[in-house]
Structure formats: structure tokens, C-alpha cells
């Protein structure tokens, strides 16, 4: 699946994941295809954002995946920035500078104690009214904050035993945007120092936030916060939330990963079953899912035809 997330330059891949595709098409089936003799031509969603990113302590020796990220966002496009997390407060005023002159999609990124920095970012954000397109904290520090409610997506990549980071983020009472959380304890080539480093999170990052200016900040249907212990030597695969689907009779957890391209452990972790159980008519499951921009779901469907 990690091939399948493609970013063309300055460009976006408009079908964006595979998976995503696969999963939005499931829910906009009733979508009525375009006439045959209708003429189409697409338009190159320009990629829009500002990203501010923020290295941990000792981040020039420790923390050099956060300038890495930095350079492919740039290279994709979108404005983007490492900073020392000492400044985070400097940098925010200016990032409401920034948004006030141009208010274009704000990414904040940050490895340990530059996780804690990103929600604090997102805090002084909030105290502007500015809203955070997206934030994404890498194993960071114990005590950081939660997530604001300003924050439209929210994904924590961490290692719950860790001592220098591990930081177990949750959000805000009342919180209603996208949130997803990763446990990568159980893999064991990952530390605390290499976690920033991981260039299938890297590609998945920059796929997301080329896909921001395109996709709804809300999600169709009901959105469902994921926390994942991901397996050993599973993908680390960043979906964005859950939604829920309501099962066929007979259906199994098997059957719906098959449905809807998943691996069979994203199902049993988050509903708590036996993935042979036949479940009932109705019965509510949830499935993690991308965020795709409605183009690409709309293109996926007359591509059926």
C-alpha cells in the first residue's frame, strides 16, 4: 500500500492512497457517474499549506528526520520551515502574522520535545482563533499537552515505553476533528532517534499534506478517534480516523478487510472481536479510513463505469 502514495512535485497524484480510493468509492456508490459525452478536463489541484516544523532536544544531532521531511515538503511545493522547539513561541506569533496576511493551511510537525512545541503552537493558535489543518506529533515528550479544539487532524506516532519521548497524546474534551494514534512499541527497529527518520511515514506525511487544500476538514458520516498498537512487522500505515459501517448479516471482520482492502489486524484491534465471528444485520463496525479529497472519489467512480 505504501506504494501507492504518490506525490508528482508540485502536482498532487489526484487519486491519492489506493486504500483510500477503495474505501471512499464503498460509501459514495450512489454517486451518479457523469454523462458519457460530457467533456471533462482536469484540473491540477494546486498544493497549498505552511508547514513549521520542530526538532527535539539536541536536534541538529538528533532530530535531522524533521530537516529530511522539511526538504521533501518543500520539494512538493509547500512552504515549510525547521525550527529549534526553544523558539517555538517566536515562531508561533509569527505563523499568526503569516495567517493573517495569507491564511493558507497551517501543518505543524514535531519530534519529541518539538511534538510538545506543535501542541503548544496549536494552543496559541487557538487563542488567535486560527484554525490547524493538520498536526502530527513524533514520539513526543511525556508532558505535552492535548490536542486543541482547533485542530482539523490530529495523528501521534509514539512509543508508549519510551522514557525520552512516549508521549500517549489525547484529545481536548469535546474534541470533533480527525485524531489517530500509533503504538509503534513493538517495533523493535524503531527508537526514539530513528523514529523521525522513517521514510514510509515521510512519504505518507507529504501525500497528506499535498491532499489538504482538496479535502473537507469534516468527514462524511460519523468520525471515530483509532488507537493502534501497530504489530511487529506490520506497515505503519497513517489512516486519518474511523467511520462506522454497518456489517451485512454473516458478514466477518475477514470479509470487511477484504471489502475494504485492510489488514485483517486493523479490524479486530479496534472492534475487540473474533475476526470469524458472523456478525448481525446492521451491526455497527468501525474501519479506519483515509481522508480523500472528494476528486479523487469522484474520479474513482466514473473510472468504474
Given at each position: 500500500?505504501l506504494a501507492?502514495?504518490?506525490?508528482?512535485?508540485?502536482?498532487?497524484?489526484?487519486?491519492?492512497?489506493?486504500?483510500?480510493?477503495?474505501?471512499?468509492?464503498?460509501?459514495?456508490?450512489?454517486?451518479?457517474?457523469?454523462?458519457?459525452?460530457?467533456?471533462?478536463?482536469?484540473?491540477?489541484?494546486?498544493?497549498?499549506?505552511?508547514?513549521?516544523?520542530?526538532?527535539?532536544?539536541?536536534?541538529?544531532?538528533?532530530?535531522?528526520?524533521?530537516?529530511?521531511?522539511?526538504?521533501?515538503?518543500?520539494?512538493?511545493?509547500?512552504?515549510?520551515?525547521?525550527?529549534?522547539?526553544?523558539?517555538c513561541g517566536?515562531?508561533?506569533?509569527?505563523?499568526?502574522?503569516?495567517?493573517?496576511?495569507?491564511?493558507?493551511?497551517?501543518?505543524?510537525?514535531?519530534?519529541?520535545?518539538?511534538?510538545?512545541?506543535?501542541?503548544?503552537?496549536?494552543?496559541?493558535?487557538?487563542?488567535?482563533?486560527?484554525?490547524?489543518?493538520?498536526?502530527?506529533?513524533?514520539?513526543?515528550?511525556?508532558?505535552?499537552?492535548?490536542?486543541?479544539?482547533?485542530?482539523?487532524?490530529?495523528?501521534?506516532?509514539?512509543?508508549?515505553?519510551?522514557?525520552?519521548?512516549?508521549?500517549d497524546i489525547?484529545?481536548?474534551?469535546?474534541?470533533?476533528?480527525?485524531?489517530?494514534?500509533?503504538?509503534?512499541?513493538?517495533?523493535?527497529?524503531?527508537?526514539?532517534?530513528?523514529?523521525?527518520?522513517?521514510?514510509?511515514?515521510?512519504?505518507?506525511?507529504?501525500?497528506?499534506?499535498?491532499?489538504?487544500?482538496?479535502?473537507?476538514?469534516?468527514?462524511?458520516?460519523?468520525?471515530?478517534?483509532?488507537?493502534?498498537?501497530?504489530?511487529?512487522?506490520?506497515?505503519?500505515?497513517?489512516?486519518?480516523?474511523?467511520?462506522?459501517?454497518?456489517?451485512?448479516?454473516?458478514?466477518?471482520?475477514?470479509?470487511?478487510?477484504?471489502?475494504?482492502?485492510?489488514?485483517?489486524?486493523?479490524?479486530?484491534?479496534?472492534?475487540?472481536?473474533?475476526?470469524?465471528?458472523?456478525?448481525?444485520?446492521?451491526?455497527?463496525?468501525?474501519?479506519?479510513?483515509?481522508?480523500?479529497?472528494?476528486?479523487?472519489?469522484?474520479?474513482?467512480?466514473?473510472?468504474?463505469?
Amino acid at each position: 500500500m505504501l506504494a501507492a502514495l504518490v506525490c508528482s512535485g508540485t502536482r498532487l497524484a489526484i487519486a491519492g492512497p489506493v486504500a483510500a480510493t477503495k474505501q471512499t468509492a464503498l460509501h459514495t456508490s450512489h454517486t451518479p457517474a457523469a454523462p458519457a459525452d460530457t467533456q471533462t478536463t482536469e484540473q491540477p489541484i494546486v498544493p497549498r499549506g505552511r508547514a513549521y516544523l520542530f526538532r527535539g532536544a539536541l536536534g541538529p544531532i538528533f532530530s535531522r528526520g524533521m530537516d529530511r521531511l522539511t526538504e521533501q515538503i518543500q520539494r512538493a511545493g509547500i512552504a515549510a520551515e525547521v525550527y529549534e522547539f526553544t523558539i517555538c513561541g517566536l515562531v508561533a506569533s509569527r505563523a499568526v502574522d503569516d495567517y493573517r496576511r495569507d491564511p493558507e493551511p497551517v501543518i505543524l510537525i514535531g519530534h519529541s520535545m518539538g511534538g510538545r512545541c506543535a501542541l503548544q503552537f496549536s494552543e496559541r493558535l487557538q487563542e488567535e482563533g486560527i484554525p490547524v489543518s493538520l498536526v502530527v506529533t513524533i514520539d513526543p515528550a511525556h508532558l505535552s499537552p492535548d490536542v486543541p479544539l482547533n485542530v482539523e487532524r490530529f495523528i501521534n506516532i509514539f512509543l508508549s515505553k519510551n522514557i525520552l519521548g512516549g508521549g500517549d497524546i489525547k484529545p481536548t474534551q469535546g474534541f470533533q476533528g480527525n485524531y489517530a494514534s500509533y503504538d509503534l512499541d513493538q517495533h523493535d527497529e524503531v527508537s526514539h532517534i530513528t523514529i523521525d527518520k522513517v521514510d514510509a511515514i515521510h512519504q505518507q506525511l507529504v501525500t497528506k499534506i499535498l491532499q489538504l487544500s482538496a479535502t473537507p476538514a469534516k468527514a462524511d458520516g460519523e468520525t471515530v478517534q483509532l488507537r493502534y498498537v501497530v504489530p511487529p512487522k506490520q506497515d505503519i500505515e497513517l489512516w486519518d480516523s474511523g467511520m462506522v459501517v454497518d456489517a451485512h448479516s454473516g458478514d466477518t471482520l475477514q470479509a470487511l478487510a477484504a471489502q475494504y482492502h485492510l489488514p485483517l489486524w486493523s479490524l479486530t484491534q479496534v472492534n475487540q472481536m473474533p475476526d470469524d465471528a458472523p456478525l448481525a444485520a446492521g451491526q455497527r463496525v468501525i474501519v479506519p479510513r483515509y481522508l480523500t479529497p472528494p476528486a479523487a472519489a469522484s474520479e474513482h467512480v466514473v473510472s468504474k463505469r
